[in-house]
């Protein structure tokens, strides 16, 4: 079993909702940080939202208004709503968790698409 496992990809038309899940197996999300990137073929991983283990968000300014992220700890997940999608949008979105505390590791996701058409 993969420690992070995203779902609730998919393709939608331009100004579409999609709302992508984290689920962590193995190990508990409660200290840690959890980010949203997307990565689009021949470009760096961008990340898309933060959210720290004591509930301090960010978002990149790219989809500032549109993105939110949040957490359910009793559910060990985290989460990312899109709204308002547009094809720029389009991407494999990948959910990370770093851990806050001593020795710092880090988790990864495999991925879901999101495909948004215009």
């Known amino acids: 079993q993969e420690p992070l496992v995203e779902s609730g990809g998919g393709s939608v038309q331009s100004g579409g909702s999609l709302r992508l899940s984290c689920e962590a197996y193995?190990?508990?999300?409660?200290?840690?940080?959890m980010n949203w990137f997307r990565q689009v073929p021949g470009k760096e991983r961008e990340l898309v939202a933060g959210i720290t283990y004591n509930g301090n968000t960010n978002v990149a300014d790219s989809v500032k208004g549109r993105f939110a992220i949040s957490r359910d700890n009793d559910k060990n997940r985290a989460f990312l709503q899109m709204n308002n999608l547009k094809p720029e949008d389009t991407a494999v979105y990948y959910c990370?968790?770093?851990?806050?505390?001593?020795?710092?590791?880090?988790?990864w996701g495999q991925g879901t698409q999101v495909t948004v058409s215009s």
């Open positions: 193995g190990f508990v999300l409660t200290r840690y940080n």
């Open positions: 990370n968790a770093v851990y806050s505390g001593y020795l710092e590791h880090e988790y």
